[in-house]
């Protein structure tokens, strides 16, 4: 069974702070992994990433992914308030209809 | 940006009636589109997979006859909820994929469900 795990669960930190926020994977037919920020509504798209060791970047976010080792991390730099959110991970497998496999998510608060 | 819509946004309605969940590409035409539901504090779940024209894919433990889904056009998709009841309440999401070469999937709003 493919599976994606987040961790942490949740994370408080302050403004200002750096912020790791881990994704693991097991699934077979991997295809890319992506991430996904969810405010009060539905998922807004962050990253894809498809190829170890290239880092992607928007801003103060930054995401890497490892295939050998099967995760990646999404990095924020000094965080604010409005970064508050769940940050979901996902894996698109490969298939008869590759769908998107996603993790529980890290719930992050970042407080003033 | 590619746009996804859906509607109704919320809805609420007893227990034993249909609802009928729309979802539509609004500037690009969606080869795939996909249907998610998410129970609080969880994450999003896939229900199923439907492309234009032909029969949609569901995932194990969905029951196709309760959740039917309808894709008539490259534009737009249906989730019925047939005879809803309590445990059905949830947030519901469809994402549409382009014929771009990443296959980006973008998400519609989600539509809340709650059934008395």
């Known amino acids: 069974e493919d599976k994606v795990v987040q961790s942490p669960l949740s994370l408080v930190v302050h403004e200002g702070d750096t912020v790791t926020l881990n994704c693991s994977y097991e699934?077979?037919?991997?295809?890319?992994l992506l991430w996904y920020k969810q405010e009060k509504k539905a998922p807004t798209f962050l990253f894809m990433l498809?190829?170890?060791?290239i880092e992607k970047k928007s801003g103060r976010l930054s995401s890497i992914l490892d295939k050998k080792e099967l995760f990646s991390i999404l990095n924020i730099t000094a965080t604010q308030t409005g970064d508050s959110a769940i940050y979901l991970c996902?894996?698109?497998?490969?298939?008869?209809?590759?769908?998107?496999?996603f993790g529980k998510g890290t719930k992050l608060t970042v407080n003033p | 940006g590619a746009v996804v819509s859906q509607h109704p946004s919320w809805v609420i309605c007893k227990s034993g009636t249909s609802v009928k969940i729309e979802c539509r590409s609004l500037?690009?035409?969606?080869?795939?589109m996909f249907w998610y539901r998410q129970f609080p504090k969880q994450s999003l779940m896939l229900m199923a997979t439907?492309?234009?024209?032909?029969?949609?894919?569901?995932e194990q433990g969905v029951e196709k006859d309760k959740f039917l889904i309808n894709h008539a056009s490259l534009t737009l998709s249906t989730l019925t909820v047939t005879s809803a009841h309590p445990e059905d309440s949830s947030f519901y999401i469809c994402?549409?994929?382009?014929?771009?070469?990443?296959?980006?999937?973008?998400f519609g709003p989600g539509t809340r469900l709650l059934v008395l």
């Open positions: 994402s549409a994929t382009d014929r771009g070469p990443f296959e980006t999937q973008y």
């Open positions: 699934v077979t037919n991997f295809r890319s």
């Open positions: 498809t190829s170890s060791g």
């Open positions: 996902a894996v698109r497998v490969q298939g008869g209809s590759e769908k998107l496999v």
């Open positions: 500037d690009f035409q969606a080869t795939t």
């Open positions: 439907s492309n234009e024209g032909s029969k949609a894919t569901y």
